[in-house]
């Protein structure tokens, strides 16, 4: 680590734990306790708790946009009116996908898919999530399909293993650097946690 920054996180899910590790990490910071992972609205509950802690200690508040506004600056402007100086609260568009799928080297080698089937332009996907079952529904690999494609008729959207899998992708073979150049709130993430890792 560059230095003794730690940043307590808070999240909609299991994913978004894994990514947000990920960039903490690549930030040159050390990832703290991660709390949420009960989805959207109890992180809206709790988001002023957050940015009063963010008073003292640095955080990382990561949410999707999924279909809530065109773009990212209303949804901060309606979860909080001002950010404490140390939190950095950041918006995926659409989704957290759109930030692995912007990797699209390395998502099509992890899901065994030929590169051209991996969307060039993730943040401009209606529903990223979608996009990546279509693209492990393709997959040479059987185990693939099964673990992330849902079942029929079992009324899900995501398969058995959806987040096992991509956690495992985000832990161990995306490159933030290289998303980023695809996925501008990925970027601008990125940008927010390696300032805040330089707090005194």
Known sequence: ???????????EGLVDEAVARRLIVFAGATPGPVYGKQGKPFLRERIA???NAAQHSCWMVLVDLDRDH???PPLRAAWLPQFAPRLCFRVAVRAVEAWLLADPERIAKFLAVAPGKVPS???TLDDPKSAMVALAR???RREVREDMVPRDGSGRSVGPAYASRLIEF???CW???VAAQRAESLRRAIDCLQCLAKTP
């Open 1 to 11: 680590m560059a230095d003794g920054i730690t940043i307590s996180v808070a999240v």
């Open 49 to 51: 708790g957050y940015n």
């Open 70 to 72: 065109d773009c990212a």
């Open 121 to 123: 332009a993730p943040e």
């Open 138 to 140: 393709a997959t040479r």
């Open 170 to 172: 985000a832990t161990s």
């Open 175 to 177: 490159r933030p650097e």
